[in-house]
């Protein structure tokens, strides 16, 4: 795998958006930090100590401080208001596409077990069947997770997806995305969950719409098989 | 009331809260223990929210007539620890002591009504873990029917036992302090160590157990009567 | 109970002094022999700290390589001296534990509470000396509790300091069981020691300011320290009683936080955080608060907009509690919630810019003398800058998705914590150890600490950023299990050797300041020409501090002012005026 700086390749939908928020507070940021660390520095320099001479003897000015209050104020309000967009888009009450495939991903010491509805779409039934430790998914089409775990709290992390969500004990959390890319996505868990945290790991595999398919079809075809 | 010198804030210095050091700290304290009850109360109230079939009916488990009795021996004592502050005002020496030992009565009275009332619900087998298995309320649970003038017991018990014990043994614990503080200042009253002039240790005091009187008010209303 | 009559004593022995040993110096009610006993009892858990992190950096730059003398640990940490992910779980947990609560808060607040505020503000001594006293004999033993935990069977605690549960509820996820349980009833017991000190820095800055001390003429370093107090009289009961419930739910069988009995997860995080936000800023206002004394003294200027650094102050404490959401964006908590929270956090960024802009004021035509403590004040104000806008990228929710439990958390708080809090103690520990050991400290090894330190420390926690928008989890033992991560891992092994020479570095200062004790240059009352009434009295401060109560005639910082021909003006110097329009 190649290095990349910065964020790492982006192959979901609101992706973009959490990136694009991303650089614009990096320029806003950035900016300020230059700002500061220049004028720190500068001063430094300029007014380095020199005997004889005395500082200039001043409180302040109400002026400069009413415009270095307000400047920021309404930048932080701006960047708010930007991400509050973009996190209802992906968070907000009805934001789960009332489409998307829903799979049920049960977290536990230390693997991921995606359960998918079957051929009825409901989930337990006798169609349902489970991956370990993969999720498969077609592309370019919404999927929400049913985020549950059976023990302590994991996290569900795809970095190249920007998504991430605890999966907590005791509450089923929805969290969708939309795949734009077809290939094979680390997915890994991103909170504390007991020794064996720093191996669980697991993968999504995005498909074609009719490969995925299939793949369900062989599903369902060796899950009868098994039932019988 | 004019304070006499000592129990007025420092000499030379800027005025400040306008009473003396140990009311201000006492004061403060008090704060951070009403944050300390605001967490417990606090979980208390979204647990129960949360999961409201896990609690039985008021009088169901727990033995409130008992606790009302308790409860008002508790407030008793709050009238007998404002009548020993009045009396050293007063520069009553001997009123002081009467009623300072009869707060401390009391107060141990209620420890220990309190500790008989857990090792009677441990008997009976409630304890911070929920029900005691095959004990008297895990089986009437278990069998389903009514009980004691109300519906069958919750199955599972867990989160009440965990927040009644932790919230009232807390309380108790805080009373047990009080009691031991008010033992060294009742001591201190008997060797003649407050006076009209300077009785500061009797209202400090004095402002801890009305605090922990107020807290036990509170939770009498929300562990026995909701 | 006689508070008053003890400041009188306290006065009467000012010259001479017939306590025995014990009594002055390991069983003392000095504010100032406490304040000390914090330091190094602190200074101590500090290395502790950072000893568990360069062991964990080893582990994350090597993984699977043997530790370096890493025979000496047992089976059950390290066999072979490889260590084990259930020990590797236990630094992480202990690392953050020791620095949070046994070095960078008692250092800030143990230490300098207790050592300033009765000499800045002109008392003899605390409101209440025994109870001061008590405090540090209580935080003692919970330190204690705290490291014998790793010896225990099971190991210490492992489930990160924050203790997520259910995790950190139960043996049976966690594998810990008695380590756990020790590190509640250490944070137990460690509270009271806060609570009880808090209880005494407020009533003193309350009570017992000397004549003229009026509320703002209190240097920014006292105003900083009262608010902390209040934070912590107020925060540390909510994070008591839920490290009581907490062990309850590990020693008694309760549930408050194990959901197969109906527990709630969330309630820990919830009370947790409503703690732990607040805790943010009892571990950077204090800091804040020595930076513009040093940054006054360094530049010889009054500080830039003296009210409105109060008010940014009291305005971080007041933001600290509504922010605590913050730490749960992707916990399951409603994501409305969320937004509000994200509002409210980023108001933040208000009073720190204008904190740091009214710094950058002061030194705006100064004469500035770079000494030790001036060079690690501007460097807390560099770093801090770094710190304050990395919280801008977790502050809004939907890029806090990505970064949210990865190393651009870890880098943010270390650029807080060690950029922002560490750099400052560096420069507070400089500037008053002529106060407390009558001696100075090195000028020119504090100087080559300070450069190396600073350019190690940057080598080390820049880099973090970068692994964290990679997507590097936080916490995991080996990051070569994930082939994404694999690009980066030489990253991780630059990250681990800069931070083998930064600890190594700290052994400039810690020389430093045991050498300086017994041969540093003799210091005078005022070695660094400073305004405060702690300058007034002998090096290091007598009991008792003050023969008479000062009188306070001027606002803190009165560097430069034109009444004077010297370019500092003390607070207790009474000048006749010329004519005066800005001069407070």
Known sequence: MPFDWGLPPAASTFAADIDRIYYIILAVTGLAFVIVEVALVWFLIKYRGRPGRKAHYTHGSVKAEVIWTAVPAVVVVVIGILSGRVWNHIRGRDSVPPDALPVALVAKQFEWNATYPGADGSFDTDDDFTLRNEMRVPVNRPVVVHLTSEDVIHSFFVPAFRVKQDAVPGMEIRVWFQATETGEFPLACAELCGLGHYRMSARVVVQEQDAYERWLAEQAASQTVASR | ?226 | MATTAAAFDHVAHAHIDTRSFIKRYIFSTDHKIIGIQFLIMSLLFLGVGGLLAIMMRWQLGFPGAALPAGGMFPETMAPDGIMLPEFYNSLVTMHGTFMVFFAIMPLLVGVFANFLIPLKIGAPDMAFPRINMASFWIAVPAGLIMLTSFAVEGGAAGAGWTMYAPLSASAEYSGVSTGQMLWSASIVVLGMASILGSMNYITTVINMRAPGMTWFRMPLSIWALFITAILTILAIPILSGAAIMLLFDQLLGTHFFLPPQGGQPLLWQHLFWFFGHPEVYILILPAMGFVSDIIANGSRKPIFGYHSMVFAIMGIGFLGWIVWGHHMFQSGMNPTLGTSFMISTLLIAVPSAIKTFNWLGTTWRGNIRFHVPMLNAVAFVAMFVIGGLSGVFMASTPVDIQIHDTYFIVAHIHYVLFGGSLFALFGAITFWYPKMFGRMMSERWGKVHFILTFIFYNLTFFPMHQLGLGGHMRRIYDPTEYEFLLPMQGINRFITVSAILLFTTQFIFAANFVISWFKGKRAGNNPWQDTGLEWTTPSPAPHGNFPTTPTVYHAPYEFSSPHVAEDYLMQDRKVERIASPTAS
């Open chain 2, 1 to 226: 009331m004019a304070h006499p010198a000592v129990m007025q804030p420092p000499a030379q210095a800027e005025p400040g809260a306008g009473v003396y050091n140990e009311k201000l700290g006492m004061w403060v304290f008090l704060g951070s223990e009403v944050m300390f009850f605001t967490a417990l109360i606090g979980a208390y109230i979204i647990l129960r929210f949360a999961q409201p079939g896990a609690w039985a009916l008021p009088g169901q488990i727990l033995n409130v007539p008992v606790t009302a009795v308790n409860t008002f021996l508790l407030i008793c004592s709050s009238v007998t620890m404002v009548k020993a502050f009045a009396a050293i005002q007063e520069g009553d020496q001997r009123m002081l002591r009467v009623w300072l030992l009869a707060t401390v009565i009391i107060g141990a009275t209620f420890v220990s009504v309190q500790v008989f009332e857990y090792m009677q619900l441990a008997h009976e087998g409630f304890l911070p873990g929920g029900y005691v298995a095959g004990s008297h309320l895990a089986e009437v649970a278990e069998s389903g029917v009514a009980y004691k003038g109300g519906p069958a017991l919750p199955e599972s018990v867990g989160l009440y036992g965990s927040t009644f014990y932790t919230m009232t043994g807390f309380h108790g614990f805080h009373v047990t302090m009080g009691v031991l503080s008010m033992i060294f200042v009742t001591v201190k009253a008997y060797r003649g160590g407050y006076t009209a002039q300077d009785h500061r240790g009797v209202e400090v005091i004095g402002l801890y157990w009305h605090f922990v009187d107020l807290v036990w008010i509170i939770l009498f209303t929300i562990v026995y009567l909701i």
